[in-house]
């Protein structure tokens, strides 16, 4: 599976901005999908991710209630719609995949907030 993200870009605080990760392969809506980002200077952490149908959602503290996860099987496309940009929200973004055991990461979009 490769994942390819876009979306990313250099917005200002309040802002919004969605995010897509198109995925390769046949087996899509098998995986759980989610996103994860980095900043600089800190570790990789969990975002948000999405069941296999789009029916269960998680998301972390800093992002619930401004952030959504969205899936579309068809298109083998995952999306985050990113609302409410705070500078803190700075971060490379990474698609994931995974099923079981087995993971797969994009190579990340970048994200910038200006305050």
């Known amino acids: 599976v490769q994942l390819v993200e876009s979306g990313g870009g250099l917005v200002q605080a309040g802002g919004s901005l969605r995010l897509s990760c198109a995925a390769s392969g046949r087996t899509f809506s098998s995986y759980v999908m989610g996103w994860f980002r980095q900043a600089p200077g800190k570790e990789r952490e969990f975002v948000a991710n999405?069941?296999?149908?789009?029916?269960?959602?998680y998301f972390s503290d800093s992002v619930k209630g401004r952030f959504t996860i969205s899936r579309d099987n068809a298109k083998n496309t995952v999306y985050l719609q990113m609302n409410s940009l705070k500078p803190e929200d700075t971060a490379v973004y990474y698609c994931?995949?995974?099923?079981?055991?087995?993971?797969?990461w994009g190579r990340g979009t970048q994200v910038t907030v200006s305050s």
């Open positions: 994931k995949a995974q099923t079981g055991g087995i993971y797969y």
């Open positions: 999405i069941n296999w149908s789009g029916e269960t959602s």
